[in-house]
């Protein structure tokens, strides 16, 4: 089995469109997310025009058989676990 591995997408679905293209390609079986499909604030973006964060959860929840949020996922969902 190869297993395919993505994370700090960052709410850049243009780029997460091109890394799903290229796992397929290379013939992954299985997709893993290791987080941070959310973003950075505005100031830190430089990609304005293909932020979204709805399409790259989407994509990550109809493609990835595994997923772990990232710092910046649970700081989104206002969930941090305390220690």
């Known amino acids: 089995m190869k297993l395919g591995i993505l ?3 960052h709410e850049d679905f243009h780029s997460l469109k091109k ?23 505005r100031p830190y973006f430089d990609y304005q025009d293909t932020r ?3 399409q790259c959860w989407e994509s990550i929840k109809n493609n990835c058989k595994y997923i ?5 996922d649970l700081f989104a969902a206002k969930s941090i676990p305390k220690s």
């Open 7 to 9: 994370s700090d997408i």
């Open 19 to 41: 890394a799903l293209e290229q796992l397929e390609k290379k013939g992954c079986d299985e997709l893993a997310c290791l987080g941070d499909i959310a973003g950075y604030s």
């Open 52 to 54: 979204s964060a709805q």
């Open 68 to 72: 772990v949020p990232g710092n910046h």
